[in-house]
């Protein structure tokens, strides 16, 4: 985690704010977006507790694997009350890896009879969702 | 014949071919043929999420420029991802002038992006330029109430600034197949999230929320499912494989809208499985016609 | 002797006076630099000597064949002379030309951004980023017309920001394309039956048993195919 340095408890909110273009005060976490969410059973903590962290900078956030396991399916975002797109802050969590090449997964370990089989968007997406 | 400029994208090209010959196929029977972009290029599939991050927006205003230097301003998608990325590029740099700058500055071996041009989908062209009457009419075989649960899946619904339909209750694509005599199937997880990319490193993920997808289906009597991209596809086709033979598992066939329309418009079916060809049923308008001859 | 004209050009930032005129790798040896490695034909088909440099008032970074660019006064430069990329490893007569073959062995190719920047790099004029493009979505041919004048410089690898191998990538498709479309030249099918009937081993047996002299008079004395001629 050395290479996220640059990202603190102080400026954690601030970062993701900038980088997402949301507010995350917006949200008075109704857990609409936890309620629908078809990944959340795969999550360490619920999408509305995601947005919690950021408004209290909690920066253990960074360790999450919530912002991986978000595909950006945009159930979240279409149900907000409060027009919060949670898909973009996930984004910026994981932007702020990725943009210290720090990837979250590795091309070289994938075997030609995996890559054989998939199609070229599922390459493509994985590759720009994981590495930076 | 009319065309319209087509932007096909990587997967149609390779693992799912069908999805583009069916649609070619469909679109020269309605006179109105796909003209594939020249020179297109991969869209990127995911739209970048960052404000800052203009760099994962080029491929997508590359294959604008192309779209412009025909002299055109609509390009149709059939990939529910690409368009999607497509159409969200569109949004972002069409309405900001700094933005479409940058991206021009940068690109500056292509002509200038004006910022006109529209994204559809093949959907959106066949109820707004074509009309269900219309393609009822072109049926020359009847589907003959084939029960199809009809998958839209995330990208073709949402965001709400690009769906081509309602969010949480479209019916474009069973309008489609009800108008060549499919049965739709309404089920509630039509626009759940398949498990999409997370298929390359979380394989076990994908599978077991495609498995949902199938369940819900198949509780409503659909014997297939109908699909508008070729990642929902491989995530239902995967997981369909890995369930068949089980108990209590109805098996469920998984196909393009596309192949659909194709068979009901006089495509040869044989590629299609055998519970769909069965069900096919030549129609009453087309038995007369060859009576005629 | 005429007064030759000078002109001067920058070496890691260091100020050196040559004759205008001449190319940046004669200009660097001109200089004093001595290339070991990053030097081969000198007649820009190895493309062993792939280099970058800046002119005087252009913001950008220009690229070229050391051996063949002319330098300019008030160039900036220096020798890029390897490329750093690994290659993967393949049996010609092992793959299938029908699978998505070139994103098994180079998938960072999924990695494109269409950004074109491998494209402005090359100092061949090749559409590099047409045949990545082309290459994800497993269209062979394409790749192999595209990229036909490539002679594997590195500099599009060395400028991608998705960390593509391109040269390598391309390599592999000329020669897949050319193992299971291209028909078989006759010249060489003849050539290899040639071979096999052994019409050169007395010749070889007789080098084999010369001494070093002998071999250096021989390789002095031969005859070399004139234009056009084919032997």
Known sequence: MSKTKAVSAENLRARVEELSGENVFACYQCGMCAA??????????????????????????????????????????????KGVDLAKLMEALRQLHLRKELDHMSIDDMSHDEIRKLPQIALVASFRKKTG | MKTIPYF?????????????????????????????LDRWNCCGTVSSLTSDDLMHHLAAVRNFVRVQDLGETELVALC????????????????????????????????????????????QVLRDRIGWETLAEHSTVNLNGLNVACYYGCTLVRPKSVGIDDAENPTLMDDALEAVGATPRAFPFATECCG??????????????????????????????????????????????????MENIRDLEIVYFTELLGAALGMDPTALPERITQSLQTTAAAQADQGGN | MTEEKLTQIFVMGKAYDVPAGITIMDAMEYAGYRFVRGAGCRSGFCGACGTVYRKDGDYRLEFALACQEMVEEGMHLTQIPFTPAPRSDYQLNELDAAENVLLQHYP???????????????????????????????????????????????????????????YHLSQMARRLYSVTESPEPAHLTARMAELGDGAYDAELDEMMSMTLDQLKQRYAERVIEKEGEAL
């Open chain 1, 36 to 81: 629908g969410c078809p990944l959340a059973d795969e999550m360490d903590r619920l999408p509305s507790q995601v947005i919690r962290d950021l408004q209290l900078e909690d920066i253990t956030l960074l360790d999450s694997n919530a912002p991986w396991v978000c595909a950006s399916c945009l159930a979240c975002e279409v149900r907000c009350p």
């Open chain 2, 80 to 123: 529910a991802m690409c368009y999607n990325t497509l159409a969200r590029t569109a949004q972002r740099v069409n309405g900001d002038d700094a933005d479409r700058d940058k991206i021009n500055q940068f690109m500056d071996r292509e002509s200038d992006y004006v910022g006109d041009v529209k994204i559809v989908h093949l959907l």
């Open chain 2, 196 to 245: 999409t990319y997370q298929v390359v490193d979380r394989r076990d993920l994908s599978i077991e929320h495609s498995f949902r997808i199938l369940q819900s289906a198949a509780r409503t009597g659909a014997d297939v499912i109908a699909t508008a991209c070729p990642l929902c596809q491989h995530n239902l086709q995967e997981a369909q494989r890995e369930l068949s033979g």
């Open chain 2, 8 to 36: 096909p994208g990587c997967s149609l090209k390779d693992t799912a071919t069908p999805f583009e010959t069916s649609a070619q196929f469909v679109m020269e029977k309605l006179g109105l043929a796909l003209a594939e």
């Open chain 3, 108 to 166: 960072a190719i999924a990695r494109c951004v269409s950004c074109n920047t491998c494209t402005k790099a090359c100092p061949q004029d090749i559409e590099v980023m047409d045949y990545v493009q082309a290459a994800l979505r497993g269209d062979l041919k394409r790749v192999a017309e595209l990229s036909f004048d490539c002679i594997q410089c590195g500099l599009c690898a060395m400028r991608c920001p998705a960390d593509i191998k391109h």
